[in-house]
């Protein structure tokens, strides 16, 4: 059976996240979209090839003919569209971050529990070959017993009406971008972490364009996040894994498919590998396609999208700054 998806807005993320892979993945279609100005939702479809444009997003939700909901609303509308279209008796792919803040987050799991739906925060590189041969060298002791873990993502984001600086959105730079080096760090050392302290740098009054988070894991290992979206550090993707006997180093794990570099140091030398081109995204929508059709686990699934949510807010009051709140 055809999995059909309803997608929530014209997003600018929407092609890459879900619109093209579906055309690579058996068994899936986007099937719909919906957006606040139907004007500019009946040219996104025609644009991308989308059967239907329906009237609002209540009315996509809950469409009969819609199995599962792609939502990449802005982070402050995140937990009410993905709880109305679980309401619905949808499958959800929520886009990162998965709601504004922790409590939000636990609001959205509980309405989740038991309702046998499919709900996966959509940290697209978790399912890519290349952090799961990261995870490999780790578990295999490529660089001995870990001592610190570090991943970073900056990148230049100049207009100052782009919905990513709106504190009202839940806005920010540990959110668009800092959320991506936390779950990294976080999905490294296999164990969540205490925030130790947090530098930011501001935009404006509450919203943070850069970050740079300290962390501790068990048996005194040390991780450590930066992000930005505005500041000397144009473009920086990468991670790093430091142990007793070597080093592990990833260039740009969020998108594989365009360039990428895994290095590996340690008593037998320098190896370096690279993985498959092929898009992070294709793979994430085949392990959403194949848990809502066999119901195989989800990596990224509600209790991992608290545990991140936690590691955003506790990140925020280091540096001093208020939790985001969802959108009123």
């Not at 399912?127 to 799961?132: I, M």
């Not at 040390?222 to 550090?233: F, I, N, P, V, Y």
């Not at 509600?302 to 506790?314: F, G, L, S, W, Y």
Request: aromatic letters at 6%; hydrophobic letters at 45%.
């Amino acid at each position: 059976m055809t999995l059909r998806i309803g997608v929530l807005g014209a997003a600018r993320i929407a092609p890459a996240a879900i619109i093209r892979p579906a055309r690579n993945v058996d068994g899936v279609e986007v099937v719909a979209v919906a957006a606040r100005d139907r004007g500019r939702a009946r040219e996104f479809a025609t644009k991308h090839g989308i059967p239907r444009v329906i009237d609002s997003y209540e009315e996509l939700v809950s469409d009969p003919e819609i199995d599962a909901v792609y939502n990449p609303l802005p982070n402050g509308l995140h937990g009410r569209w993905t709880m109305a279209a679980m309401a619905a008796r949808k499958h959800v792919l929520c886009e990162k971050p998965f709601t504004a803040n922790a409590d939000e987050a636990r609001a959205v799991a509980a309405a989740h529990d038991g309702s046998g739906l499919v709900l996966m925060e959509a940290f697209h590189y978790r399912y890519h070959p290349l952090f799961a041969r990261v995870r490999e060298l780790i578990a295999d002791g490529a660089v001995g017993p870990v001592r610190h873990i570090e991943a970073w993502l900056c990148f230049p984001l100049l207009s100052g009406k782009d919905i990513r600086w709106n504190p009202a959105l839940a806005g920010g730079a540990t959110m668009d971008a800092g959320c991506y080096p936390i779950h990294m760090v976080r999905h490294l050392a296999d164990v969540e972490p205490e925030v130790t302290g947090a530098r930011a740098r501001l935009r404006s009054p509450a919203v943070d364009r850069f970050m740079d988070a300290q962390f501790r894991f068990a048996d005194g290992v040390t991780g450590r996040a930066t992000c930005s979206m505005l500041s000397a550090q144009v473009l920086r993707v990468g991670l790093r894994v430091r142990g007793d006997d070597g080093e592990i180093r990833v260039l740009n794990p969020l998108a594989p498919d365009r360039f990428h570099r895994l290095t590996v140091r340690n008593k037998a030398g320098k190896k370096v590998e690279r993985s498959t081109r092929r898009h992070t995204y294709d793979f994430q929508l085949e392990a959403f396609a194949r848990a809502v059709a066999g119901g195989d686990p989800v990596i990224t699934g509600p209790e991992d999208a608290i545990a991140n949510m936690v590691a955003i807010d506790a990140v925020y009051r280091a540096a001093g700054l208020d939790p985001r709140q969802p959108t009123a």
